[in-house]
């Protein structure tokens, strides 16, 4: 059985610092991923996708960057958090243009 | 770019009374149709997937899509206090899913 794993589950970060978010995912060999992020009262809004291994499209700019360096690992960045990158991570992934996506259990981030 | 908006923004019924949710889009040629429930420690639960126009039953949730009206709803029978989350509307194309902003839903014993 597949199974995705997030982490941290939540974090509290200061304005200005580095945020590294990580996603697995195990038991799918080339899964699509997904990055969604929802500000406190947002919209869940898709932020990266990738296809392949090297591979990341990006579908929002949040001043964040995304990489994908190996086939079942997903890497959601930044080197300096804005107040405004507080909210849920979500990451998920499908198989190819599937019609399902599964999602994490997510990750909460607070910037002070 | 694909709009959605839900309705209504938070509902509150009792056990056992029928509880139905609104999602309406701006593009209909969109591919499939979703809806998930959002608990805060468990991620986006996916409830009912609907690609065609009609009637989509998964054991209590029941999804009725109209791409004429631009509409998807979604009916839960029997609900219970085990319910109560967010209740999240997913339009998807191509890569890209868009969600609305979800309806927040009480159950009262």
């Known amino acids: 059985a597949q199974t995705i794993h997030q982490w941290p589950v939540a974090e509290i970060k200061a304005v200005g610092s580095p945020l590294s978010l990580g996603c697995t995912i195990k038991?799918?060999?080339?899964?699509?991923l997904y990055w969604y992020w929802q500000a406190t009262g947002g919209t869940l809004q898709q932020l990266f996708y990738?296809?392949?291994?090297?591979?990341v499209e990006s579908v929002v700019q949040l001043n964040l960057s995304a990489s994908r360096p190996k086939d079942d690992q997903f890497i959601l960045s930044t080197e300096k958090l804005l107040l405004s990158h507080s909210g849920f991570y979500l990451c998920?992934?499908?198989?190819?243009?599937?019609?399902?996506?599964?999602f994490g259990k997510g990750t909460r981030l607070t910037v002070v | 770019q694909q709009k959605v908006q839900q309705s209504p923004e938070s509902l509150t019924v009792s056990e056992g009374a029928m509880a139905s949710l609104n999602c309406t889009f701006s593009?209909?040629?969109?591919?499939?149709f979703r809806w998930y429930r959002q608990h805060s420690a468990k991620g986006l639960e996916v409830l009912v997937s609907?690609?065609?126009?009609g009637e989509k039953e998964e054991g209590r949730f029941t999804a009725h899509l109209n791409r004429a009206n631009l509409h998807v709803s979604l009916h839960i029978r029997e609900p219970q206090p085990s319910d109560s989350a967010v209740y999240l509307c997913?339009?998807?194309?191509?890569?890209?899913?868009?969600f609305g902003k979800g309806t927040s839903l009480t159950v009262i014993p």
């Open positions: 997913a339009v998807t194309g191509y890569q890209n899913f868009y």
């Open positions: 998920a992934w499908s198989r190819g243009q599937g019609p399902e996506v599964f």
């Open positions: 990738s296809i392949t291994v090297g591979q």
């Open positions: 609907i690609f065609s126009d």
């Open positions: 038991g799918k060999s080339s899964p699509n």
């Open positions: 593009d209909g040629t969109s591919n499939n």
